[in-house]
């Protein structure tokens, strides 16, 4: 774990402090649009929230990868997460 043995990429870590200020700006930009529509379509609030329910949902935390295998499951395209599904277990 890196948090014990320190970090081996000692030269990858000044590269850090510009990607988190990028990721920081397309969410503040990502927030000030949603904003915007929420007060244009005053409707849009609802429709995020059921399109965040279904994105958790969708999340292959809560699959087995026994399920995942079957063949309905590669119709939805669950079966193509199955090489990361060991990091969520």
Request: include cysteine.
């Amino acid at each position: 774990m890196w948090s014990i043995s320190g970090f081996g990429n000692l030269p990858a870590l000044p590269i850090l402090v510009p990607v988190f200020l990028l990721v920081f700006i397309f969410g503040w930009a990502l927030a000030v649009c949603m904003g915007l529509a929420n007060v244009l379509f005053q409707d849009s609030q609802h429709l995020i929230e059921i399109a965040m329910q279904i994105a958790f949902y969708a999340t292959p935390i809560i699959y087995t990868p026994e399920m995942m295998l079957e063949k309905d499951a590669s119709a939805c395209g669950l079966s193509v997460r199955i090489p990361w599904q060991r990091f969520w277990n």
